[in-house]
Structure formats: C-alpha cells, structure tokens
C-alpha cells in the first residue's frame, strides 16, 4: 500500500467510539488521485453496489464531478485511516442536493478492510450537519435491494425504505436518528467552518 498524502485542508484527527483513529475533511478538488485509488482497492462486490455496475476507473470529467463541489448543493466528506503509521483511503460520503428540493442523494463508500468499524455511520453524522446548515433537512438513499448492509446501516439511522422493483429508497430525515457521533461531528464541521 502506498501511503497518501493528505491534501488541503489539513484533515482534522477523531478517535471513533471503537478506537479507530481517522482523519477526516471536506473534499477538494485535489483528491482526485485518492479518488482513483480508493475505487481500485474497492472490491467488485462493493464497487457493484455503489455505482450500480463494475466501474475501473473514473474519467477526467467524473473526477471532477466528484471533487470539485461547492460544498452547498453538492458536499462530500472523506476520510483517511492509521493503519500501521500510515494514512491510508477510508471512505467518503457526498450528498447532491435534489433540484429546488429540501431533499438531496446521499451515499456513503467505505473501503472493505474498513467496513464495520463505525466509519460510513461517522461519515453520514458528519455530511448530515453540512446538509442541515445548508438548508437540507432530509436525505434519500438509493441502493441496490440486495445490499442488504447499507440498508441496515440506513435503518439504524432512522431511514424508512421501500423496495421499488431491484432498487431501495431510504429516506432519512435530519437529523439523523441513530447519532452516535453527533457531539464528535458538531465539532468536526465547526472546525472547518472556522477555517473558512
């Protein structure tokens, strides 16, 4: 593995309640490297379930797409991991607002080896209190009827899901019902609201 060198701003280091040390920030447009190698370390069954097929490699407009936000209408968050005195590509969390709606798309990657450790349920707490200060007060989640995970994790954060053909839409009203990380997300997204 090759160690990655965080970008602008400087992430912010939070301990999650099960003693996994990440550092955590908004994307910038210069992740797109890390972008690129996060979904080659992505297993086909985890690449299949977020984009719905197999993707090998983002192209020079999607990368932009997903690194060059406003942070407004369309916001993402990341995060790295210390993994053996390494910083290493963890997962990321966006939302895209829904056209002159109060409702945006949100969805959450982690990376395999980093699944069940609390990371996407940080990821969504911390995009949430980005989505609220923007005037967003619910989410919609579209995954795969099969991804039987992401469905749970969307339910312990208080979503309501139907099942619409191969499809499930999960609405999850803000704030987020299952907020373990509330009081470590408020401080996340104020400290980088005060870099500014």
Known sequence: MRTITPMTPDPLRVVLPRGVVVHTRPIPPEDKEIL?????????????????????????????????????????????????????????????RLKGETQAEAAVTVLDEYQGLGIGSFLLSVLSRTAMANGVDQFVGMVLAENRKMIEVFGQMGATT????????AELPLPLAHEWAAEVADRVVEHFDELG
Do not use: K
Request: charged share 30%; net charge negative; aromatic share 8%.
């Open 36 to 96: 690129q190698e996060g979904l080659a370390r992505l297993s086909e069954v985890s690449n299949y379930f977020r984009f719905h097929r197999i993707v090998r490699e983002l192209s020079d407009a999607e990368l932009t797409y997903l690194t060059e936000l406003d942070q407004h209408d369309h916001a993402a968050w990341g995060c790295l991991v210390e993994d053996d005195g390494e910083l290493q590509p963890a997962g990321i969390a966006r939302y895209v």
């Open 162 to 169: 139907r099942v619409d053909d191969s499809m499930a839409i």
